[in-house]
């Protein structure tokens, strides 16, 4: 892009921009929150629906005032390739006006800039919708047993220092991931590798819930709107990620659609042969495991590549949730693991594989005749894991050491909705 | 021929049904109920107003069994249900006069099992 003229500004592209943050934000509350909402059991759903709701507003709030300099700002000296530096701390220099600088004149510098056609706050607010859902995901791992004032320092300090880092590797200009050519077109390995990774941390740093090991499952039509509302929101996250309202969308919005209704058939497939009969709660996590595989491909493959990617998701996160886990034992609670890491590691790698130049000029995979992709995708992968791993549990360390994560044993069985809350989700008589 | 009446906490519901089914009493019925004995009720807020002595959920379990079972049943429900805090329930056993099995029509004894 360095060698195109200045781009203006395209008001089509900021309507859609501007659109899809709000479609995203729709993503967390209520489509996450009642998607695991509905999974838990009757006496803590009012936790999950709170911890997700304050996750939209913390994250808000955090990500304006430091959070978008951190991950998109630029970067400075050696720590640059990892995170960015203050420059735009409260949004200073993030330009209204142009993509660029706090100036109304148009300034374009494609080293500095994300999306040439958009105001570089339109990219911040975008963004910010992605760095809510990714603390909301992790949710799902320690649900049923976290202390409220555990969960608020753990977000903020996890947004800080976990998913900051790990948006500017990959995406920032001066990242280090992104130097290496890693392709994640929108989150696969930031949103949603990160938050599996995370959740699994979180997990097995907890133990287990008291008493019970699998979801209560205290309302699947819950679930159910929630996993629509995901796919609903989900174009936003996918074909809003383009940056602009043209091609790229369009391709974007196809395969997202595509995969995501490949994985939900194959996931009802795969409990029709192994455990009898397709449920709906299974539908609903195999549509969601496509739609978390098909992200960071989704600017990248055509709608082969999508199909493969969505059947094969499902198959590999149902042997995840059904075999694996229960052999190991871990109390991943809604599956953030299962489903998300699994899924956004598939999805990250099959993306070097069905990348094709005809879609996007940036990115060409393994049958593509670029063979060296599968490996780069790998390296990114695999950084990330151990960065966030690791980190994840030094946060809960420091948590639980100064305010305790973990809910007594009196609270968890009475439900954290009386205890954290004082408030039930539904009434008995009456 | 008696009936066991247990209230137990929510949370023990699923000891208890391991315990009887390792006494070998196989036939449950299971009320959702809400009331509270000595462990008084929680406090609740609606925005920032206070409401106190609200109604805990509890769960009921009925058990008809003839005699030799009784007190298997008994220790079974206790074993599953006690943690030795406020609120773990009570047992009442009552006398059971007639018992009918509807599918069949038999009576009694043979009707309960």
């Given at each position: ?7 203006q500004?395209?008001n ?17 509350a ?18 999950m629906?709170m911890?997700?709701?304050m996750?939209?507003?913390i994250?808000?709030?955090?990500w304006?005032?430091?959070?978008y ?15 960015g ?18 100036t109304?004149?148009p ?14 706050q339109v ?7 992605f ?7 992790v ?12 969960w ?28 290496w ?9 930031v949103v ?16 287990k819930?008291?008493?019970t ?15 629509s509302l ?7 996250f996918n ?18 659609n ?8 194959s ?8 455990s ?20 960071p ?5 055509d ?24 052999k ?19 999805g ?17 995979g ?24 690791i ?6 360390f420091?948590?639980?050491k100064?305010i ?27 | ?12 519901l ?24 000595r ?6 807020y ?11 959920r ?20 206790i ?15 009552l006398?059971l006069?007639r ?15």
């Amino acid at each position: 892009m360095g060698t195109t003229p200045a781009p203006q500004l395209n008001n089509g592209d900021i309507a859609w921009v501007l659109a899809s943050s709000a479609l995203v934000l729709a993503m967390t509350a209520p489509g996450l929150a009642l998607f695991y909402g509905g999974m838990v059991r009757r006496k803590n759903v009012n936790s999950m629906l709170m911890q997700c709701f304050m996750c939209l507003a913390i994250v808000s709030v955090l990500w304006v005032v430091i959070g978008y300099s951190l991950a998109f700002g630029p970067g400075h000296g050696w720590l640059g390739q990892w995170v960015g530096g203050f420059d735009w701390f409260m949004l200073h220099n993030v330009s209204m006006y142009t993509p660029d600088h706090w100036t109304p004149d148009p300034k374009w510098d494609p080293t500095t800039s994300y999306g040439g056609t958009v105001p570089n706050q339109v990219y911040m607010i975008f963004q910010c919708m992605f760095a809510v859902i990714t603390p909301a995901l992790v949710i799902g791992s320690f649900a049923e047993r976290v202390k409220f004032s555990a969960w608020v320092g753990f977000t903020v300090l996890w947004l800080l220092f976990v998913y900051c880092p790990v948006a500017h590797m990959v995406w920032s200009h001066d990242g280090i991931e992104n130097h290496w050519g890693v392709l994640d077109f929108a989150g696969g390995t930031v949103v949603h590798m990160n938050a599996g990774i995370a959740g699994l941390a979180t997990a097995l740093y907890l133990g287990k819930r008291l008493g019970t090991n699998k979801p209560g499952m205290h309302n699947v039509p819950f679930v159910m709107i929630g996993a629509s509302l995901l796919w609903f929101g989900w174009f936003g996250f996918n074909a809003g990620s383009a940056i602009s309202a043209g091609p790229l969308a369009t391709s974007a919005f196809v395969v997202t659609n595509t995969a995501t209704a490949a994985a939900a058939i194959s996931w009802a497939a795969c409990e029709w042969i192994f455990s009898g009969k397709p449920t709906l709660v299974g539908a609903c996590s195999g549509a969601v495991a496509g739609l978390v595989a098909i992200t960071p491909a989704s600017g990248f493959v055509d709608v082969g590549g999508s199909l493969w990617i969505g059947f094969l998701v499902s198959v590999f996160c149902y042997c995840m949730v059904a075999f694996v886990k229960p052999k190991l034992g871990y109390d991943d609670t809604l599956d953030a693991f299962g489903v998300h890491y699994t899924g956004g590691l598939w999805g990250a790698l099959a993306t070097g594989l069905f990348a094709v130049k005809a879609v996007n000029a940036n990115g060409s995979g393994v049958f593509d005749g670029n063979a060296g992709q599968f490996l780069t995708q790998a390296k990114g992968c695999a950084v990330t894991t151990i960065y966030t791993f690791i980190v994840t549990l030094i946060i809960c360390f420091i948590i639980d050491k100064t305010i305790g994560m973990r809910a007594s044993a009196e609270d968890e069985v009475m439900g954290l909705d009386l205890t954290q809350h004082h408030e039930r989700a539904y009434t008995i008589l009456d | 021929m008696k009936l066991v009446i247990a209230i137990v906490q929510p949370y023990k519901l699923e000891d208890v049904k391991q315990e009887l089914y390792a006494a070998n009493v196989n036939l449950i019925t299971v009320f959702e109920v809400v009331g509270h004995g000595r462990q008084v009720g929680v406090d609740e807020y609606y925005r920032g107003v206070k409401e106190t002595g609200n109604l805990l959920r509890k769960v009921q379990i009925e058990i008809a069994v003839n005699e030799d079972f009784v007190e298997p049943t008994i220790k079974a429900i206790i074993k599953g249900a006690r943690t030795g805090k406020i609120g773990d329930g009570k047992i009442f056993v009552l006398d059971l006069p007639r018992c009918i099995r509807i599918r069949t029509g038999e009576e009694g004894s043979k009707a309960i099992g």
